[in-house]
């Protein structure tokens, strides 16, 4: 099965500097890999996905994601964090379990922008 | 522009008793699921339907039931809840095999 890591629980960044939330994969074969952000009392929303092609992805809100094969990572990045930015993120990789396709979701990762 | 509606928002249930989640989308999506998410464990894969009419257990199906009643519905259904369902259960739906979409989720608490 494949599986993902976010190796930080929480992360702090200030206002306006950039940001940068880790993930690492392990799947057989090509990866699908998103990145969703959940803020409080909310459901999941789509940024970003890795499905083939260039290795820097754009998405949502400013955030871009870098795949890396060679470091089996998917790390998620922004330039310049605002304060609603703070919410909890996870990074999934499409899994076929029984011949169906579903993500298996990251433990997640609480990002805080202080201003 | 709804997406994934589910309901109720939030519920308190006494151990024992019966409930159903709602779950709608209007995206035409064949594929439907039911997560949990419980904190520190990301979430979790209850049931999935591949299309109207098919249904199959996830990581997590012990102790609920799912209904795929037509191309848009699919419900959750606890037959004797139980204090380690409390949860957040979010529905969600997608064109198998790329982006899930996700309800705004279900606060359930068994006490």
């Known amino acids: 099965a494949q599986s993902v890591a976010q190796p930080e629980d929480q992360v702090n960044v200030a206002e306006g500097n950039p940001l940068t939330v880790k993930c690492t994969y392990s799947v057989s074969g090509n990866p699908y890999l998103f990145w969703y952000v959940q803020y409080p009392n909310r459901g999941l929303q789509f940024l970003l996905k890795?499905?083939?092609?260039?290795?820097l992805v754009k998405g949502s809100y400013g955030f871009e994601a870098e795949f890396n094969k060679s470091q089996t990572s998917f790390h998620l990045k922004k330039p310049s964090a605002l304060v609603s930015d703070s919410a909890l993120y996870f990074c999934?990789?499409?899994?076929?379990?029984?011949?169906?396709?579903?993500?298996?979701f990251g433990k997640g990762t609480m990002l805080l922008v202080s201003p | 522009n709804a997406g994934v509606t589910q309901t109720p928002k939030f519920q308190v249930l006494k151990t024992g008793q019966s409930m159903t989640l709602q779950c709608a989308q209007d995206m035409n999506h064949n594929s439907m699921y039911w997560y949990r998410q419980d904190p520190g464990m990301g979430l979790r894969l209850i049931y999935y339907s591949a299309s109207e009419g098919t249904t199959d257990k996830g990581e997590v199906p012990n102790g609920y039931n799912v209904s795929r009643l037509n191309k848009r519905e699919f419900s959750l259904r606890l037959e004797s809840a139980a204090p380690s369902q409390t949860s957040v259960y979010f529905c969600a739906s997608s064109e198998a095999p790329y982006t899930i979409y996700f309800g705004e989720g279900s606060w359930l608490t068994v006490v």
């Open positions: 890795y499905i083939t092609g260039d290795n």
């Open positions: 999934a990789v499409r899994d076929n379990v029984k011949g169906y396709s579903t993500l298996t």
